[in-house]
């Protein structure tokens, strides 16, 4: 029997297209390889967001064509489309698929069953982004705007949650922009009859509604304490030469009202340190107004170029000294942030799910070390060992 190898670079919802990849070579007759070197096809599911993750991908693409056996190499994904040329001339011998839907099983449904080798689902909901963020290439690989229909989501939900899942992380591109409104649809969801729970990925700041907040105080069980709202920048000026529709003013109020509604709430941001133009008087601006927000931690990225955008083309762009100085800072707030929390949160019991190697994972994003393994949602105690 021929055996595929799907290695996947990137975001949740890569993750989940993975799945659709994998359930296609399943129905065809294919069998998993564990690695690489057992594989007749290898397909790289790739990520661009980043010059690291076009760097990442490259590697492993040189690595990959070194096996002595000589597999299918099948590229796909936002690096495959975003530098297609550049790939087709340095890697001749590697198959470019731009349009990822050719290796799904049902692109018109684009739903699982099932999500390998893990304890939690993700679920793509929704497809695209017309934001067009000053430093984000991301619009320009994946434009288009889609929406899976409601009633596709909740049958899918519904088989996932019957088949052990009892988490559901719904993702998108861009989850806010999703039709009808992230709150319709969540709202529909609790109305299935299974113990299970609910997460969002990651959500922009203008794209809570009141509605939204509303749901979460009242379904404590079914909607995990924890929203993800990228921030990018505390300093104004920075935001708008990032073209981010909101300022730090709008950010802190609106993340006021939701903390005032969910106290216990875990508040997760993310941060671009040496955006081009960015000055050490936007740094401290920026570095003041993490630190005074009630972030329970927060992922740093250093500035990277993306041909195409606009700030490619931005002048005053920051030394790599000057993004290895700032970006150490951010993390020493972000080490403290995350120790504020746990102590916060330390001797609490919480609902959990387990995710496998003697972790759970909280309901508030909290893992938990535990030799528990009860499947389901289970409470447990935060203890020292606990990580965010």
Known sequence: M??????????KVNQYETQLISDKFKQEGFD??????????????????????????????????????????????????????????KFPQIEILADKTTLFLEPEKQT????????????????????????????????????????TVIEEIKTLVGNGYSEVVLTGIHVGKYD????????????????????????EINEIDVRLIELMAANPDKICRHLHIPLQSGSDEILKRMNRHYDTAAFKDKTDKILSALPDLALTTDIITGFPGESEAHHKESCKF????????????????????????FDNKVSPADLKTRSKELFD??????KEFLKKNSGKIRK?????????????????????????IFEIEIGENAEI
């Open 112 to 151: 699982i069953k099932n999500f390998d080798k893990r304890s939690r689902a993700f679920v793509k909901i929704q497809e695209g982004c017309n934001s067009f963020c000053s430093y984000c290439i991301v619009p320009y690989i994946r434009s288009t705007l889609w929406s899976k229909p409601q009633q």
């Open 32 to 89: 998993t390889a564990k690695k690489p070197e057992e594989a007749d096809i290898i397909v790289f599911n790739s990520c661009s967001v980043t010059a690291e993750a076009d760097k990442e991908c490259e590697y492993f693409l040189r690595k990959t064509e070194k096996l002595p056996h000589k597999p299918k190499i099948i590229l796909t994904g936002c690096f495959a489309k975003n530098k297609a040329a550049y790939i087709k001339d």
């Open 2 to 11: 021929k055996k595929y190898y799907i290695h996947t670079f990137g975001c």
């Open 290 to 313: 993490v630190n005074k927000m009630p972030f329970a931690r927060f992922h740093i990225f250093r500035y990277s170029d993306r041909e195409g955008t606009k700030a490619y083309n």
């Open 352 to 376: 959990a799910v387990s995710t496998g190697s003697n972790k759970a994972l909280t309901d508030n994003y909290i893992t938990v070390i535990t030799a528990q393994k009860t499947p389901g």
């Open 333 to 338: 707030i972000d080490s403290a942030k995350r």
């Open 180 to 203: 009808g409104g992230i709150s319709s649809l969540i709202e529909n969801l609790l109305k299935i009859q299974h113990d299970f729970r609910i997460r969002i990925s990651s959500i």
